[in-house]
């Protein structure tokens, strides 16, 4: 590997370095030696994380180095206190002999921190390739989510696995382990070794050299506490800082319910129960279980009282309309009526959380942990006290407290209903920060963001002029414009214009496309009327579909099956609807043909009516008005909108030989005051079209180019996908796919008309495409046709049984010369044509392009077809799966995902028993859902699951 000398540091590099990233290392290096803070920018695919990790850890390894240098001159001073005579007293034969913590050596630690797992993974994946990986020590810091291996919910004392690990944590599994230790490490050790992950990532992080962790475990002053973070002396690098100041203000706020409080008020009244039936059972008086002595009597009765009057406080907080704004200092009015202040705050606090510790170790249910209310009330003394003042801290101008009525829940009347509808609304208590530097403030306190930053770099891209194209998009190919600005989003032509443009635009660009909307309900929205119009189908026959879910386990599957989409044989790609700051749109890698354009379908403005957006523009134009510095509010509104635009586009042109296309189809990105905002290194590329034809040309001619240039990413190998993270082990473990969202329904076989062939001819002049052509076949008359034939099934065998969930498709070839028939479970329609135009209801001759017709040729004897008893098996798995998947709620379908794969691991058939029976308990179809179960139970287990079966039935006859 080179190595590159950079300010007096040695940094090995995987390749030669880009010049951007010699720039950048220098930057970090740079911030490093002198101790300061710094803000660099690179554009995606210019190397950022591995030159982070490169610069830090060359940095680190020269300052080891040094430090002990230093210890070893100071040693050989000598003296009867010198470190060496004090350790060798000890029993330490030798200086070598002598650990390094002992001999007065703190080395720095670097904390790289990023918004997700999945991004913190990819680092871990660029560390692999550098010569540091076996150097440094280093480990991920984790959720239980995540990293619990305990197939249900466990409590503190009662899981087998912490159990293990408190033997084993001064053992070699956690003194021993070495170089680079993700989730999927830590998870696979704890199964081998039956040690907890979670509780084993905590106890490494104390010793390695670099530490990845999510950025609200520094930020979120509770996250920081629960994980035992210590930020001395250590190197602190926020990857994908953008999201910072969200975080900080998120980490600064709270919601605090009526509900709440009446919750604190029942967990008091049942550890009260618990105490006096204590008591009773052990004598008055007498006090031997250590769970009680931590709290008294008189502690529970002054907490009741408290959590009395502050219920009785909260009541009366007038609310108009559909909310009210008070001052931050509001806040302290209410606790204080309450005798909750920072005086009482020292004997509080610590009561509380041993309430809830109490309450959370002493609770037997599996689904309801006891213990919430309290811990919520413990997560408010916290936000509000801590590095605050009281109500006349300046600081507080900083907040605002808005509160409305809390909704009831709903409940069934009927007219046998005698409970009258006049009852005391509960109250919802917003707490919201509206300045970062709070989140800050642990780090350091100056600026907006809490930081003094004298270093800053926003560095250019790799790439040139001729791999990558950036237009602007302002009409549809009727002429209709692109605007999905409020007034205009839910206009049917606005809608259906949008529709075509991602139609035309699917036929001609190769590999993924990602299309994103700027919320879910108008991506909802668009897929709906979509569907109704026809114009759904017609992007099915260029590419399959896939929706962003906004479920993890579903989201990991739509991943999955869209990689396996792009890679497949007949080479139409895949279609990707996603929303801007949703999962797709960060932290995502779709180089190369996973990812060959994006679509930006508007501006993902914040919902300007939001109270919470409304209040902050309004704080941001005070602080401007009155420090005459600073952002306005409007402009924070309009750099909310180009900030996630900016990680949009970033999931494209990941890399220096890599090509794709920008389409941002909406008429207001073509102001100049918005291109100003998009990322610099795409600004002198940005092209506005006003004619739909020309921006398709345009297209055509880019791809074209492009893929002869850099035939090398056109035909990289396309295996090249994200791994399944530990949080996405479900879908991987038990084979799952999700369905491609082709059609209107969720049934089980769709008809999909097969891929036009490719972009047209080369030949094409730019006088045969006009606006009027792309209207397509979709402005022609529709004749129903009820009774339609169909066409031969022609069905693909999955490779795995789990696979039952993906769609069987129907090849057909579509001709816009004949009758076409497309069935998604809608009425049949036809469309008539001539040879070579369409006539519509005006009477008007429409121009068609000429598609490129399919290849005919067969298929190789490599694909051999399915064979009956295949097919008639994955039907069966796909039927079972969906009764599974209706029968149990989300939460119930996790934990059978959890179940399953736990099983396949360890083959624990009671363990199976023991989860699978309680979660089928009173389903309807229970038998037959028991049964189904049958082709997931592994071959040495069958004759048990048969004998559990029949006194199954037996019971329940």
């Known amino acids: 590997m080179p190595e590159i000398e950079i300010n007096g540091v040695v940094v090995d590099f995987p390749?030669?370095?880009?010049?951007?990233?010699?720039?950048?290392?220098?930057?970090?290096?740079?911030?490093?030696?002198?101790?300061?803070?710094?803000?660099?920018?690179?554009?995606?695919?210019?190397?950022?994380?591995?030159?982070?990790?490169?610069?830090?850890?060359?940095?680190?390894?020269?300052?080891?180095?040094?430090?002990?240098?230093?210890?070893?001159?100071?040693?050989?001073?000598?003296?009867?206190?010198?470190?060496?005579?004090?350790?060798?007293?000890?029993?330490?034969?030798?200086?070598?002999?002598?650990?390094q913590e002992l001999m007065g050596i703190n080395y720095p630690k670097i904390i790289y921190a990023s918004r997700t797992h999945t991004q913190l993974s990819q680092a871990l994946n660029e560390l692999r390739r550098t010569k540091y990986a076996k150097g440094f020590k280093s480990t991920i810091i984790g959720s239980r989510d995540q990293l619990c291996i305990h197939s249900e919910f466990v409590t503190a004392h009662s899981c087998v696995f912490h159990n293990r690990f408190e033997e084993m944590k001064n053992g070699p599994l956690i003194t021993e382990t070495s170089g680079i230790v993700d989730i999927e490490d830590l998870v696979r050790k704890g199964t081998t070794h039956k040690c907890c992950p979670y509780y084993m990532a905590r106890e490494l992080k104390d010793?390695?050299?670099?530490?990845?962790?999510?950025?609200?475990?520094?930020?979120?002053?509770?996250?920081?506490?629960?994980?035992?973070?210590?930020?001395?002396?250590?190197?602190?690098?926020?990857?994908?800082?953008?999201?910072?100041?969200?975080?900080?203000?998120?980490?600064?706020?709270?919601?605090?319910?009526?509900?709440?409080?009446?919750?604190?008020?029942?967990?008091?009244?049942?550890?009260?129960?618990?105490?006096?039936?204590?008591?009773?059972?052990?004598g008055f008086g007498v006090e031997t279980s250590a769970s009680v002595r931590d709290f008294n009597q008189d502690d529970l009765v002054l907490l009741k009282t408290m959590f009395l009057r502050l219920e009785d406080e909260i009541d009366e907080i007038e609310v108009s309309g559909d909310g009210t704004t008070y001052p931050g200092q509001k806040i302290f009015d209410i606790l204080g009526k309450a005798d909750i202040s920072s005086n009482s705050l020292e004997h509080l606090h610590p009561v509380v959380d041993k309430l809830v510790q109490y309450l959370s170790t002493s609770s037997i249910s599996p689904v309801q942990r006891m213990g919430a209310g309290l811990q919520k009330f413990s997560e408010l003394l916290t936000v509000v006290f801590t590095n605050r003042g009281d109500r006349d801290d300046p600081n507080q101008s900083y907040y605002k407290l808005y509160v409305t009525f809390e909704e009831a829940k709903s409940t069934k009347k009927t007219w046998l209903d005698t409970k009258s509808d006049k009852f005391k609304k509960g109250r919802v208590l917003n707490y919201w920060c509206f300045s970062p530097s709070f989140g800050m403030k642990m780090l350091w306190q100056q600026g907006e963001l809490g930081i003094n930053i004298p270093v800053t770099l926003e560095n250019g891209h790799v790439v040139t002029g001729d791999q990558v194209f950036v237009g602007v998009v302002s009409t549809g190919p009727d002429g209709t414009s692109l605007n999905s600005s409020y007034n205009t989003r839910n206009d049917p032509k606005y809608i259906s214009a949008l529709g075509r443009t991602i139609v035309n635009f699917s036929r001609v660009i190769p590999g993924g496309l990602l299309v994103f909307f700027p919320s879910y309900p108008l991506m909802k929205k668009c897929q709906d009327e979509w569907q109704g119009l026809g114009i759904w189908s017609k992007i099915v026959e260029n590419k399959s579909i896939f929706v962003e879910s906004q479920i993890r386990d579903a989201f990991a599957s739509n991943m999955?099956?869209?990689?396996?989409?792009?890679?497949?044989?007949?080479?139409?790609?895949?279609?990707?609807?996603?929303?801007?700051?949703?999962?797709?749109?960060?932290?995502?890698?779709?180089?190369?043909?996973?990812?060959?354009?994006?679509?930006?379908?508007?501006?993902?403005?914040?919902?300007?009516?939001?109270?919470?957006?409304?209040?902050?523009?309004?704080?941001?134009?005070?602080?401007?008005?009155?420090?005459?510095?600073?952002i306005s509010g409007q402009m924070w509104y309009q750099l909310e909108a180009s900030r996630a635009v900016n990680q949009a586009i970033g999931r494209v042109i990941r890399h220096k030989s890599d090509f794709g296309a920008i389409l941002l189809c909406d008429t207001r990105f073509g102001n100049a005051g918005f291109k100003q905002q998009l990322s610099t290194w795409l600004q002198p590329h940005i092209q506005t079209y006003t004619q739909f034809g020309s921006s398709y040309k345009a297209v055509i001619d880019f791809f074209k180019k492009a893929r002869t240039m850099f035939p090398a990413s056109d035909t990289r190998n396309l295996s090249r996908q994200p791994a399944n993270r530990a949080g996405d082990i479900e879908s991987k473990d038990l084979d799952l796919t999700s369905r491609t969202a082709v059609?209107?329904?969720?049934?089980?076989?769709?008809?999909?008309?097969?891929?036009?062939?490719?972009?047209?001819?080369?030949?094409?002049?730019?006088?045969?495409?006009?606006?009027?052509?792309?209207?397509?076949?979709?402005?022609?008359?529709?004749?129903?046709?009820?009774?339609?034939?169909?066409?031969?099934?022609?069905?693909?065998?999955?490779?795995?049984?789990?696979?039952?969930?993906?769609?069987?498709?129907?090849?057909?070839?579509?001709?816009?010369?004949?009758?076409?028939?497309?069935?998604?479970?809608?009425?049949?329609?036809?469309?008539?044509?001539?040879?070579?135009?369409?006539?519509?209801?005006?009477?008007?001759?429409?121009?068609?392009?000429?598609?490129?017709?399919?290849?005919?040729?067969?298929?190789?004897?490599?694909?051999?077809?399915?064979?009956?008893?295949?097919?008639?098996?994955?039907?069966?798995?796909?039927?079972?799966?969906?009764?599974i998947k209706y029968a149990l709620s989300a939460d119930e379908y996790r934990s059978y995902i959890r179940m399953v794969k736990n099983y396949n691991i360890d083959s624990n058939f009671k363990a199976l028993i023991e989860s699978l029976e309680p979660m089928l308990k009173d389903k309807n179809l229970r038998i037959e859902l028991y049964e189904g179960f049958t082709r997931f139970v592994k071959e040495e287990?069958?004759?048990?699951?048969?004998?559990?079966?029949?006194?199954l039935n037996g019971i329940c006859k």
């Not at 994006?598 to 919902?607: E, K, Q, S």
């Not at 034939?789 to 789990?802: D, M, N, Q």
């Open 560 to 630: 999955a099956e869209y990689y396996e989409k792009i890679h497949g044989p007949d080479g139409k790609g895949a279609c990707f609807l996603a929303v801007c700051r949703g999962k797709v749109s960060e932290g995502l890698d779709f180089s190369d043909n996973n990812g060959r354009a994006v679509i930006i379908t508007g501006l993902p403005y914040p919902p300007f009516k939001d109270p919470r957006v409304v209040l902050k523009q309004q704080y941001l134009d005070t602080v401007r008005n009155r420090d005459k510095t600073g």
């Open 15 to 99: 390749f030669d370095p880009y010049d951007v990233q010699k720039v950048y290392m220098e930057k970090v290096i740079e911030c490093l030696h002198k101790g300061v803070n710094g803000v660099l920018e690179s554009p995606t695919g210019t190397g950022k994380t591995l030159s982070l990790l490169c610069a830090s850890l060359g940095w680190l390894k020269v300052k080891k180095s040094q430090m002990q240098a230093q210890a070893a001159q100071r040693s050989a001073a000598g003296g009867p206190n010198s470190v060496t005579n004090v350790m060798q007293s000890l029993g330490f034969s030798s200086k070598s002999a002598v650990p």
């Open 941 to 951: 287990h069958r004759t048990q699951y048969k004998a559990f079966l029949a006194t």
């Open 743 to 883: 059609g209107f329904s969720q049934a089980t076989s769709r008809k999909v008309a097969k891929n036009l062939g490719g972009p047209p001819p080369p030949s094409l002049s730019t006088s045969q495409i006009n606006n009027d052509i792309f209207n397509s076949s979709l402005d022609s008359p529709v004749a129903i046709s009820p009774l339609a034939p169909k066409k031969e099934r022609k069905a693909t065998v999955s490779k795995g049984l789990f696979n039952a969930m993906q769609d069987t498709k129907v090849d057909s070839v579509i001709n816009f010369h004949e009758n076409v028939e497309v069935d998604f479970y809608m009425p049949k329609f036809t469309r008539n044509s001539s040879s070579s135009s369409l006539s519509s209801s005006s009477g008007l001759k429409r121009k068609l392009i000429d598609p490129i017709q399919p290849s005919t040729s067969k298929k190789t004897s490599s694909q051999p077809e399915p064979t009956s008893s295949a097919m008639v098996k994955r039907e069966a798995s796909k039927d079972y799966l969906m009764k």
């Open 207 to 282: 010793n390695a050299d670099v530490v990845f962790m999510p950025y609200n475990y520094l930020l979120d002053p509770l996250a920081k506490k629960a994980q035992n973070i210590q930020l001395d002396n250590s190197v602190i690098i926020l990857d994908e800082a953008h999201n910072v100041e969200k975080i900080c203000e998120e980490a600064g706020s709270l919601q605090f319910r009526s509900t709440d409080v009446a919750l604190c008020i029942s967990e008091i009244t049942k550890v009260m129960k618990d105490l006096v039936n204590h008591m009773e059972s052990n």
